[in-house]
Nanobody, 126 residues
Framework: QVQVEESGGGLVQAGGSLRLSCTGS????????MGWFRQAPGKEREFVAG????????NFANFVKGRFTVSRNFAKDTVDLQMNSLTPEDTAVYYC???????????????????WGQGTQVTVSS
């Protein structure tokens, strides 16, 4: 069974940092683009950031540029999302997803991703 799983969510004060991690099982994801999405209550799911399967390209939503970084460890087949300068507007469930078609690029559309995690809650208090 192929699965993607997020970890690292939690409660943090505004201005703080959190690091989310994504791991996969059932098959290797080292050639897949890995994306992070989020969904806040009452809002649609939105793309946050991602990294290509090659590891040479990244993509960030405008609202996280300069605050979030994404990296991957090929040896461990993991992807991390480092979130700094968090604000209450960043409160959401964060999802990791894998796209088999993203070796050189990072898709920002959710429909381009094949496997999704269950999500991890990030809450930023003011």
């Amino acid at each position: 069974q192929v699965q993607v799983e997020e970890s690292g969510g939690g409660l943090v004060q505004a201005g703080g940092s959190l690091r989310l991690s994504c791991t996969g099982s059932g098959r290797t994801f080292i050639r897949d683009a890995m994306g992070w999405f989020r969904q806040a209550p009452g809002k649609e799911r939105e793309f946050v950031a991602g990294i290509s399967g090659s590891g040479t390209s990244t993509n960030f939503a405008n609202f996280v540029k300069g605050r979030f970084t994404v990296s991957r460890n090929f040896a461990k087949d993991t992807v991390d999302l480092q979130m700094n300068s968090l604000t209450p507007e960043d409160t959401a469930v964060y999802y990791c997803a894998a796209s088999g078609g993203g070796y050189w690029d990072v898709p920002s559309r959710g429909s381009s991703y094949d496997y999704w995690g269950q999500g991890t809650q990030v809450t930023v208090s003011s």
